[in-house]
Nanobody, 116 residues
Framework: QVQLVESGGGLVQPGGSLRLSCEAS????????MGWYRQAPEKQRELVAN???????TYGDFVKGRFTISRDNAKNTVHLQMNSLKPEDTAVYYC??????????WGQGTQVTVSS
């Protein structure tokens, strides 16, 4: 089992920044992907960003250079730096990690609200 603890959500004004963090514990061997998804009300969950064990990254199309994902393997932590936030970025953000040949593990979610 893998346990995930997220932090860093909150309320921010349009154009502002937030940094999300997620620490993994438990059976953390063989984690090969760490990332973030988000779900807004009445919308499907969508990929925000993933980072693979080798360091390669993927981003959702809507990110457009505004967000940066990073990974600290020594601390089993993944971070998501979000800049130039827009009201449409408002959602619950979920940390997700994947081990080889297993279903994904999900965090409890952290609310991000972008509003003036």
């Amino acid at each position: 089992q893998v346990q995930l603890v997220e932090s860093g959500g909150g309320l921010v004004q349009p154009g502002g920044s937030l940094r999300l963090s997620c620490e993994a514990s438990g059976s953390i061997k063989s984690i090969h992907v760490m990332g973030w998804y988000r779900q807004a009300p009445e919308k499907q969950r969508e990929l925000v960003a993933n980072i693979f064990s080798g360091g390669s990254t993927t981003y959702g199309d809507f990110v457009k250079g505004r967000f940066t994902i990073s990974r600290d393997n020594a601390k089993n932590t993944v971070h998501l730096q979000m800049n130039s936030l827009k009201p449409e970025d408002t959602a619950v953000y979920y940390c997700c990690v994947m081990r080889v040949d297993e279903p994904p593990y999900w965090g409890q979610g952290t609310q991000v609200t972008v509003s003036s």
